[in-house]
């Protein structure tokens, strides 16, 4: 299965979360339900999901959490937020980088029109 595939399948499940929980909650709970939703339809989805950092030839003794990873292809980094800010789309940029991922998924649900904060991120696809 393809990022593009695997992206098509998030994005339904995105929605459906969405269009059932609303808009306002904590990402905890989008996180959980998303979760839920990809894994109900047979996709592999690892969360808070540790990665190192390496630096200068070590490895840090500091990692960063990716919110979901699904396929071992797809990021995804939520937030429930009044606003995306040009860091969110840093964030996910630098997570597509150190782990060598080519698509990630940048979701805010504190929205009017989750089509419109769903940002795709791509990462020499």
């Known amino acids: 299965m393809t990022e593009n595939d695997i992206s098509f399948k998030i994005r339904g499940a995105i929605f459906k ?7 306002g909650l904590f990402e905890s709970v989008y996180e959980s ?19 190192t950092i390496p630096y200068d030839g ?8 990716i919110d979901l990873l699904v396929e071992d292809k797809v990021i995804i ?34 929205t009017v029109t989750i089509l419109d904060d769903i940002k ?4 020499k696809l």
Do not use: C, M, W
């Open 120 to 123: 795709r991120i791509a990462n």
């Open 77 to 110: 980094e939520l937030k429930s937020v009044e606003d995306l800010a040009p860091i969110h789309y840093k964030q996910i940029t630098n997570y597509l980088k150190l782990t060598n991922k080519k698509l990630g998924l940048l979701v805010n649900f504190n």
């Open 33 to 51: 339900a998303l979760y839920y939703e990809l894994t109900k339809i047979n996709l592999k989805v690892e969360r808070q999901l540790e990665i």
């Open 17 to 23: 979360v969405y269009n059932t929980l609303g808009p």
């Open 58 to 65: 070590i490895i840090l003794d500091v990692a960063f959490k």
